[in-house]
């Protein structure tokens, strides 16, 4: 059985796995994969804000119980950055072009710098609340992602499919966990200070948080880069 001080490293770097997979076989995507991750990896240094107030994991050389920081973090912000921003068009055979002229100048899109911004502030102005970081999080996400669908409505289906997508997918990597890593989940959440809800083992926050991701990043790309989601037929034609 391997050690709990490499459990969340093993299980950081398995997001790699269909990140890796990804990349070989939709190489249409791999800019955007890029993109997403690169932008991605660095929310791992946000990690003190969670440790230990919603987990604590034992890390590679005790960096997150003595530092707040770990080297984990950032390679998992960097998979799920990548997953999370094509797993939508991958599996539909879409890819980005991008928008016209006309489109940028629609009255939907006089506060898309502010759209872009909307997680961030929530974030911040959610943050210093009573109340598990965790949580700001998720509504940052959700508001963000609501954000992205009021100055793009043409997103609105990859949102909410995209978000159901990483949802399902995330499910399958905690289960992984808990199949591989027997009480890791109650040995690291800290369980006692969130709600208490368990589904199939698994805190509902850490579903909300994979939900909230998924709805948010799956069209963060699009909302940036002035791009949308076409059929792979309509790069042909």
């Not at 791992?44 to 770990?70: K, R």
């Not at 965790?134 to 100055?151: D, K, N, Q, R």
């Not at 043409?154 to 199949?179: A, C, E, N, P």
Request: proline share 7%; glycine share 6%; charged share 10%.
């Amino acid at each position: 059985m391997i050690s709990d001080h490499y459990i969340w490293l093993v299980w950081a770097c398995s997001f790699l796995v269909p990140w890796a997979a990804l990349f070989a076989f939709f190489p249409q995507h791999r800019m955007v994969m890029w993109w997403a991750s690169l932008l991605t990896a660095p929310f791992g240094l946000t990690e003190p804000i969670s440790v230990p107030a919603y987990w604590n994991p034992p890390s590679l050389f005790n960096l997150a119980q003595t530092t707040g920081f770990d080297i984990e973090s950032l390679i998992f912000c960097f998979g799920i950055g990548g997953v999370g921003a094509v797993i939508y068009n991958a599996m539909t055979r879409r890819i980005v072009l991008p928008v016209t002229s006309k489109e940028k100048k629609q009255p939907l899109h006089r506060r898309h710098y502010m759209a872009l911004a909307s997680p961030f502030i929530v974030f911040l102005l959610l943050y210093f609340l009573p109340w598990n970081p965790i949580y700001p999080g998720i509504l940052a996400m959700s508001v963000g992602a609501a954000a992205t669908i009021a100055c793009r409505p043409d997103l609105r289906t990859k949102t909410w499919i995209g978000g159901i997508l990483f949802l399902i997918f995330y499910v399958v990597f905690l289960q992984f966990l808990r199949w591989g890593a027997p009480g890791y989940i109650e040995r690291v959440w800290n369980l006692q200070s969130l709600s208490g809800v368990i589904i199939f083992g698994m805190p509902m926050e850490e579903l909300l948080f994979a939900f909230g991701f998924g709805i948010y990043w799956s069209s963060v790309y699009e909302h940036f880069t002035w791009t949308r989601s076409m059929p792979l037929e309509a790069r042909l034609s």
